[in-house]
Structure formats: structure tokens, C-alpha cells
């Protein structure tokens, strides 16, 4: 790579230049398709998270791309029976061509994503045809013109458009399309089933009709007179937004959908006093979200308040004990304020996923008092039984330590805390500044 990097391309001609590219890039696709292959033999390790998740702390690489290499290295790599004997991949002719350096990922995305678009009458034999097809055109074509190619083939195996309830099942889903925006806003994705659009559309004809639920009445009305719904100048798309606003607001906090973790299933806020009083600031839930202080305060209309209190040097919660093992809801609650999420490095778990960890084991004489809790996900919960340690540091993190023999990091986990991100100066009100949690 050295001896690459040092040549002078000065002196090589304008043609044999592309030729240069167009080498390096095969090397380049020959190394990811060998580094494939060896990703597809890795194994869980005792004390390790899952594969997927070692894979991503271990490369630096995010959780969704360390499971996409998985995957492709599944559907990629040379098979055996139970017996030993060879079987071909999952995409024979893609992986052929991938271990030539003939394909990039963008090519093998396509193919990836024609086959699971494919509804389940197509027969098995027709499937490998196309894949075969898809992988020889592959080679002398952009990813986008294969994408065309793969439309065409898609309509050949499916000219009616048939599609199973199975099909329509398999692509349903809700996901957040990233974190949120610089202005705090959101962009989800929704692939709605028949069932949910038709109950989506029955709400929306009624609470998304002008005038209705519009937040800036003094009091948003249910049942708008003509003159609230002339005003209305949101947009279709903007009341159909505060439609689900409302829905999902009446059912929040309703006793009847239980508890979650110990708690009412409602929305936890924490912010400091100083930022409520101040009205300024950003105040953040157990889900991580971002809310500004001003949509806290309308939040809190009508919520239940805690008052959680720190000390405003080290950090630490001043004092909520308890003598049992399973810590109290107020103590979860603190918990949300302080931690905000799983504590292990790394881990971007929310709040509202996460189980609560004695630092001192309850077994081995602990007490449950909050500052010797701390929050940890499920999976990494587990880990504490593997060989990992947990321990308090002065300033009321948690430090969490991995057996040695692995490949892996310990350390404080800051992800959900920006604000130790940067080196600041100014320091927080002298004055003890409380979370409050609604």
C-alpha cells in the first residue's frame, strides 16, 4: 500500500490512469469478499456480546452495518451439510462473481433486495434463474442500470402483482430513519398493512379534520365550530401529525396498559431545575429523544412530578435507600435522570430498555440504595455473569471493566450524555441542580 500510495501519477497517461483505478478497485472488492469470509466464521466468544455486537465494538463499525456484513457474508459463503460435504452459497452466481472482485456492494444490494421482494409463488427454479441472470449482468453494469434490469425481471416473474398476506406481513414495519434532526425533529418510515391504514384513515377522517386537536387553539377542540376550522391553516399532512399526537397522548399513563419495568407506561423527562426555571435548555427522555424546555412545560400539564435530587459537584444522587432487592419505582426514576440509558461503553440502549444492576451484588451482602444502582440493557446485563466487573467512580459514573483476555474495551459510557463531550468551563448552578423526571 506504501509503495501504491508513493507512485507519481504524474507521469502515467490519462488512459492508463482509469486502468490504474479500475485495478485497485478489484484488489479492493477481492479484500472485502476475503474479509467476508472470514467474517462468516465468527463465533461467539464467552463474556463477549453477541456477534453481530462484538463485531461492530471490536471494527468501530455501527450495529447496522456490522449485521449487513454478517448477512452477506451468510448468503455469500461455501456451505456443508451435516456431513461435510460442500454445498454451494445461498447466491451461487453473486457469490462467484463476488470473490472475482467483479461486483461492489451497491451491485449486491440490488440482487439482495429483487429476491426479498419477491412474493412466495414464484417457484424456487425461477428464482435461481433470475439470480443467475442478475449476477452475469451484474458485471458490465452500474448498480442503478442493474436496478432497472431487476425491475424488468420482477414484473416478468410477477406479471399480476400477486402478493400473499405472508408477503404484505413480511414488509410491514414503523422505524425513526436515524437520530433526530438539528431542530429536533424526526423522519420515520411506515409500511402499514391494510388492517392499519384502515384504522389510521377511520381516526384520521374525524381527529385529523380541520379545526381538530389543532395545538395552537388556547383549547384544542374535538368538535370545532365553523369559525375554529376556517382558521385552521395547518397543513393536511400537519393535522394528520397532531391526530396521532392525540392518540398516542390519551393512552399514555392510562392504568389499564399496566406498567413497563416497574413503572406507568408514560413518557420519563429529566431536566435540571435551572433549566425549567431558566425555560431554556433541551431536556432528555428515557428513550434518549431531545425535547426543549418549553415542550417539557406544556408536557407537563398535566404529569405527575419528581423531584430528583443531585449534588451539583459530584453528581451524586443525595440519597434514595432501600433494603430490598428490587429496586423502587421512585429509584428507577432517578436512575432515568442520572444514567439515562445502559452504562456499558458503547451501548446506546435507551432507558426504557434497560434492567436495573446491583454494582455490589445483592447476593454477596449489596444494598439496593440508588447510588450503588446503575442501568444495563438485557444482553449486557448478562455479561456480569461472564466475567465483566462494574464499579462506581467518584464522580457517580460506572466504569465497566471486561476480562482481559478479550478484544474489547471497558471504560464510562458517555453516548448518552453529550455534555461531557466537551470541555466546558462554566459550570452547573452551585445551588444543588435537581433532575425533575415527569
Known amino acids: 500500500m506504501d509503495a501504491l500510495a508513493a507512485i507519481d501519477l504524474d507521469s ?11 485495478r485497485l478497485e478489484i484488489a479492493r472488492r477481492r479484500q472485502i469478499a476475503i474479509s467476508g469470509e472470514h467474517t462468516a466464521r465468527l463465533e461467539h466468544v464467552p463474556g463477549c456480546p453477541p456477534v453481530p455486537i462484538t463485531l461492530a465494538d471490536v471494527l468501530r463499525i455501527s450495529r447496522a452495518e456490522a449485521r ?5 457474508a451468510d448468503q455469500l459463503k461455501q456451505r456443508t451439510t451435516l456431513t461435510g460435504e460442500p454445498l454451494a452459497p445461498l447466491l451461487p452466481e453473486t457469490a462467484k462473481a463476488w470473490h472475482d472482485g467483479l461486483l461492489d456492494g451497491e451491485h449486491l444490494q440490488v440482487i439482495q433486495r429483487f429476491l426479498r421482494d419477491l412474493p412466495d409463488h414464484v417457484p424456487p427454479v425461477e428464482i435461481e434463474k433470475a439470480e443467475k441472470s442478475l449476477a452475469e449482468h451484474a458485471v458490465t453494469l452500474r448498480p442503478d442500470q442493474l436496478a432497472k434490469v431487476a425491475h424488468q425481471l420482477s414484473l416478468l416473474l410477477n406479471p399480476d402483482g400477486t402478493f400473499s398476506d405472508e408477503d404484505r406481513a413480511r414488509r410491514r414495519g414503523f422505524l425513526w430513519c436515524g437520530g433526530q434532526r438539528p431542530d429536533g425533529m424526526s423522519v420515520g418510515k411506515l409500511i402499514a398493512d391494510p388492517q392499519l391504514r384502515a384504522m389510521l384513515d377511520a381516526w384520521f377522517a374525524k381527529f385529523a379534520a380541520p379545526g381538530v386537536c ?3 387553539d388556547q383549547s384544542p377542540s374535538l368538535a370545532p365550530t365553523p369559525d375554529e376550522a376556517e382558521r385552521d391553516l395547518r397543513s393536511h399532512g400537519q393535522r394528520q401529525h397532531d391526530a396521532l399526537t392525540a392518540l398516542v397522548r390519551g393512552q399514555l399513563g ?3 396498559l399496566g406498567q413497563h419495568n416497574g413503572l406507568p407506561v408514560t413518557v420519563i423527562v429529566s431536566a435540571t431545575l435551572h433549566d425549567i426555571q431558566a425555560r431554556t435548555g433541551q431536556a432528555v427522555t ?3 429523544t431531545l425535547v426543549p424546555i418549553p415542550d417539557v412545560i406544556r408536557m407537563a400539564t398535566h404529569a405527575y412530578h419528581y423531584l430528583a435530587l443531585f449534588d451539583g459537584v459530584t453528581g451524586r444522587a443525595l440519597w434514595l435507600g432501600r433494603t430490598k432487592r428490587v429496586a423502587s419505582a421512585d429509584q428507577r426514576i432517578v436512575l432515568h435522570a442520572k444514567d439515562r440509558g445502559c452504562t456499558r461503553p458503547g451501548c446506546d440502549a435507551p432507558g426504557y430498555r434497560t434492567e436495573i444492576h446491583h454494582i455490589d451484588e445483592w447476593a454477596a451482602g449489596g444494598h439496593t440504595n440508588v447510588d450503588t444502582l446503575t442501568m444495563a440493557c438485557p444482553p449486557d446485563h448478562k455479561l456480569l455473569d461472564q466475567g465483566w466487573k462494574t464499579r462506581k467512580l467518584p464522580d457517580g459514573t460506572t466504569e465497566w471493566i471486561p476480562p482481559p483476555h478479550l478484544p474489547i474495551t471497558g471504560g464510562v459510557n458517555d453516548f448518552h450524555h453529550p455534555d461531557r463531550l466537551l470541555d466546558r468551563d462554566d459550570t ?3 445551588d444543588g441542580a435537581g433532575g425533575e423526571a415527569a
Not at 502515467?12 to 479500475?22: H, K, P
Not at 449487513?68 to 452477506?72: P, Q, T, V, Y
Open 254 to 256: 392510562d392504568p389499564k
Open 428 to 430: 452547573a448552578p452551585s
Open 286 to 288: 428515557a428513550s434518549g
Open 12 to 22: 502515467v497517461a490519462a488512459v492508463q490512469r482509469y486502468r490504474i483505478v479500475d
Open 68 to 72: 449487513r456484513r454478517l448477512r452477506d
Open 214 to 216: 389543532n395545538p395552537a
